[in-house]
């Protein structure tokens, strides 16, 4: 005959079953649900029934353009300390 902490373990991994099985249940289902909304909707995912505001934008004084350097300033970086190969003493 099976102990009575025997019995418990035995349905305390049936319980961890069900709720892992209906969580995969649950993922799949939410998974469908979302991917019908976005199919049924509008394209590029925006929801049917949505508002859009259309306005202008200015860049303003800010945006300034200038010619880069033929050369670029540094031709050689050298790390100013260099520390010792690992394993090394």
Do not use: C, D, W
């Not at 976005?38 to 049917?48: E, F, I, L, P, R």
């Amino acid at each position: 005959m099976k102990s009575n902490q025997q019995v418990r373990r035995g349905r305390v991994k049936v319980f961890a079953a069900v709720m892992g099985g209906s969580a995969v249940v649950a993922m799949g289902a939410l998974n469908v649900a979302l991917h019908e909304e976005q199919a049924s909707g509008a394209s590029g995912g925006v929801a049917t029934g949505a508002t859009f505001i259309q306005g202008s934008m200015t860049m303003g004084q800010t945006a300034t353009t200038t010619t880069p350097p033929a050369a670029p300033e540094t031709s050689v970086a050298v790390p100013p300390v260099k520390a010792p190969p690992y394993g090394a003493k």
